[in-house]
């Protein structure tokens, strides 16, 4: 990931799609939340499944419990809403060392992914968080 100085100000690193990858795959294989910049904005969120459209663009459902929305963030009893990502509009990936957020339980494919490549029901559960 490169990050460079500008005129005494440190400078967002841009990570190239293959970063996104690997740091979402990651986060979904260890259960840690994130946070990101989507659409301009901060999300803070916990990734559940990874995988492509039919154009087989990479797309991301992620349980988002705080940070900011366009569409405002529809928070269900103090909690979150669920979000289709397209990742490659997702950028300044950082995983956090903070709680997992359990989001309702989504019980099939969403619309957005047409195939599936990694989800955290196909992980081991780990020690808590």
Not at 22 to 49: D, F, K, N, S, W
Request: with cysteine; glycine share 10%.
């Amino acid at each position: 990931m490169a990050s460079e100085r500008v005129a005494g100000f440190n400078v967002i690193p841009i990570q190239s799609l293959d970063e996104r990858d690997a740091l979402i795959r990651a986060a979904i294989a260890c259960r840690r939340p994130m946070t990101a910049v989507y659409e301009g904005r901060q999300r803070l969120l916990c990734p559940y499944m990874l995988g492509r459209n039919k154009e087989g663009h990479l797309r991301l459902l992620g349980y988002q419990y705080g940070g900011e929305s366009g569409s405002g963030l529809q928070l269900k009893d103090g909690r979150g809403d669920w979000r289709c990502f397209s990742v490659e509009k997702i950028g300044s990936i950082r995983l956090l060392d903070a709680a997992w957020q359990p989001g309702d339980t989504h019980s099939r494919r969403p619309k957005c992914m047409h195939r599936i490549e990694v989800q955290v029901e196909d992980q081991p559960e780990g020690p808590p968080q």
